[in-house]
């Protein structure tokens, strides 16, 4: 358990310091979908830093390691809604001044918005529309998380051919 400093989204902190044996950790707020960016800047001559992002379940999905000024991390895209850690921290002394003073800036471009079509609500079995055989449908839209179902009636030795028509986005 590590104790978070909430940022949000466009924040710059600036005037920051990180010390030996005292790493720093932010937590974000993200929806699943969410894209965030991430960086630190500093001078490598005063100490060599490193970023890392956490996700909600306690892994490393993004890390920074160079050996040179200022590490970023993104756009990562969040897999899960829930709140994630960015973790800033010491990798080694390169003067002899403890620790390294660093800003800090995360961005976040929301989730592309997705609006369902007019058949809903068909989102389970229970729930599905039921079409015409022969009969073309057009307009759907196929959103992430949002499954689709449809029905159609068949007699006894029918056989249901069906052809699916998109552009790849």
Known sequence: NV????????ATLSGLTSCPSDD??????????DSLSASIAFDHADGDLHLRLVNPTGQT?????????????GPYTATA??????????????????GNDYSFTTAVSPAP????????????????????AGLPITGLVSCPADD??????LDSGEELSADISFTHA
């Open 148 to 153: 689709d179902w449809y029905s159609i009636w």
């Open 3 to 10: 104790t978070a400093a909430a940022v949000t989204t466009g």
């Open 81 to 98: 809604t829930g709140t994630y850690l960015l973790h800033v921290y010491l990798n080694g002394e390169t003067d002899p001044v403890p």
């Open 113 to 132: 918005s997705c609006s369902d079509d007019g058949l809903e609500d068909n989102d389970s079995s229970t729930s599905a529309t039921s079409i015409t």
């Open 24 to 33: 720093d950790w932010y937590s974000i707020t993200l929806s699943a979908g």
């Open 61 to 73: 999905v993004g890390v920074s390691l160079s050996a040179t000024d200022n590490e970023a991390i």
